[in-house]
């Protein structure tokens, strides 16, 4: 198995250590996990194709922990699940000269990802592309905000990074639309929605903004799929 592929999926839900504790599931051949953040912000799904072990649910309960010892092995690396009376304990990665075991965690500690039963109708629908990853990354780097707003009028749809309904320092760029109808400002956490962008960078994708509260943004690669939902901040 290729190590950076799986570190890419370990990437995709942890987001920068924003998740920690996350269930994994293998299922023909495919890795999957659904997630909820520790401030509770972020709720999403990512998948991993091709990957080539037998079916099991992996409760990992220190992402950071199980990436930092991850760094021990080299790209090329076998892995090997450690089961006893059909429950997995543990998982084996090792190398040509190396070997580590990470100790799995009892599902009843992971946190619980609520479902999403009903979702709105998106107002907006914008084209995560380089451009536009480059100017949102920049503009949070410029003024370290915690938020950002997605406004839209007469078609125009604009991204403003550190939204007030007062003066505030700020940084407001157009971004690329397929879909738009006016909308008030609607704001969701800049730092999480970087973490996402960061960790999906190699992959096509859209962000889906609704008033009722409610961000879906989407990717899809070769290797990945992931969908993530922000839930709207209240903002000053």
Do not use: H, W
Not at 166 to 193: G, H, I, P, Y
Not at 210 to 226: I, R
């Amino acid at each position: 198995m290729e190590k950076s592929k799986f570190i890419g999926f370990l990437n995709r839900y942890s987001l920068g250590g924003n998740t920690d504790s996350a269930k994994l599931v293998v299922n023909d051949k495919t890795l999957s996990t659904k997630f909820i953040s520790t401030d509770q912000n972020v709720i999403g799904e990512v998948t991993l194709n091709a990957f080539d072990l037998p079916n099991a649910e992996l409760g990992v309960y220190q992402t950071a922990q199980l990436q930092k010892l991850l760094s021990a092995v080299d790209e090329q690396m076998d892995v090997n699940l450690n089961v006893v009376d059909g429950k997995t304990y543990s998982v084996n990665f090792k190398d040509k000269s190396t070997s580590i075991t990470y100790m799995l965690a009892d599902m009843a500690v992971i946190r619980q990802v609520p479902n999403l039963k009903t979702l709105p109708d998106f107002e907006v629908k914008i084209d995560l592309n380089k451009e536009f990853s480059s100017n949102f990354k920049k503009a949070v780097g410029a003024v370290d905000s915690e938020n950002f707003g997605v406004e839209c009028n007469l078609g125009e749809t604009k991204v403003i990074v550190n939204y007030s309904s007062v003066n505030t320092n700020r940084v407001v760029f157009n971004a690329t639309t397929t879909e738009a109808t006016d909308m008030q400002v609607t704001c969701f956490s800049a730092k999480l929605l970087k973490e996402i962008i960061n960790a999906n960078s190699d992959a096509v994708g859209t962000l889906e903004v609704s008033s009722k509260g409610l961000a879906k943004v989407s990717f899809t690669s070769t290797d990945y799929s992931s969908t993530y939902y922000l839930v709207k901040l209240t903002v000053a």
